[in-house]
């Protein structure tokens, strides 16, 4: 089972600020990595799909970077919606699995 | 649109079947998950089933206990959960996956199973 892991666990940061999050893959998973967002009391929505792609409806300021086993989720500038929890999965092989998350917290 | 149902509370050893009923896309078309989430926790990959729903996929955690299915001429997945564990309590979310690649583009709202005596 590939494990990934996710850094830090929590993130303070004002409104306006960049926002990096870490994945990254107990072996290598090519870029078979997705991230999504979850706010408090909601489903999962996704973000980017195979490390770098924006999904549907995602504002330019989401980006996704990175291969092999370490990946990136950069949030350019943080509007408030944007706090909240993000989690990483990868679809390399069965089982999938998600990392533990990263919670994007007010400063 | 994922609309799941079928949560309740259920005594260690017991049985439920969850439901997803789908919507607004052509169901038959795309493979589908169950992922769940213990409250305050993170998410966990249980079931997968392919579009046509020949091929299945289920986490070691619930292996021989779980069975994904699916009614696509009803739009509907089902998730049977056998041998319930107090470990099984979570909010079960329905996924669609993807055309092109495994992520989940679209869920359910969650079902919360408690597995408790």
Redo the contacts between chains.
């Keep these: 089972?590939i494990v990934l892991t996710q850094s830090p666990a929590t993130l303070s940061l004002s409104p306006g600020e960049r926002a990096t999050l870490s994945c990254r893959a107990s072996q290598s998973i090519s870029n078979?990595l997705?991230w999504?967002q979850?706010r408090p009391g909601q489903?999962?929505?996704?973000l980017i799909?195979?490390a770098s792609n924006r999904?549907?409806g995602i504002p330019a300021r989401f980006s996704g970077s990175g291969s092999g086993t370490d990946f990136t989720l950069t949030i350019s500038s943080l509007e408030p919606e944007d706090f909240a929890i993000y989690?990483c999965?990868h679809?390399f092989n069965?089982?999938?699995?998600?990392?533990?998350?990263t919670k994007v917290e007010i400063k | 649109q994922l609309v799941d149902s079928g949560g309740d509370l259920v005594q260690p050893g017991g049985s439920l079947r969850l439901s997803c009923a789908a919507s607004g896309f052509t169901f038959s078309d795309f493979a589908m998950s169950w992922v769940r989430q213990v409250p305050g926790k993170g998410l966990e990959w249980v079931s997968g089933i392919s579009a046509g729903g020949g091929s299945t996929y289920h986490a070691d955690s619930v292996k021989g206990r779980f069975t994904i299915s699916r009614d696509n001429s009803k739009g509907t997945l089902f998730l049977q959960m056998n041998s319930l564990r107090a470990e099984d309590t979570a909010v079960y979310y329905c996924a669609k996956v993807r055309r092109d690649w495994y992520y989940f583009d679209d869920w359910g709202q969650g079902t919360l199973v408690t597995v408790s005596s």
Excluded: D, I, K, N
Aim: charged fraction near 15%; aromatic fraction near 20%; proline fraction near 8%.
């Design positions: 089972e078979s997705a999504y979850q489903a999962p929505r996704l799909y195979e999904a549907s989690y999965q679809r069965w089982p999938l699995t998600f990392g533990g998350g």
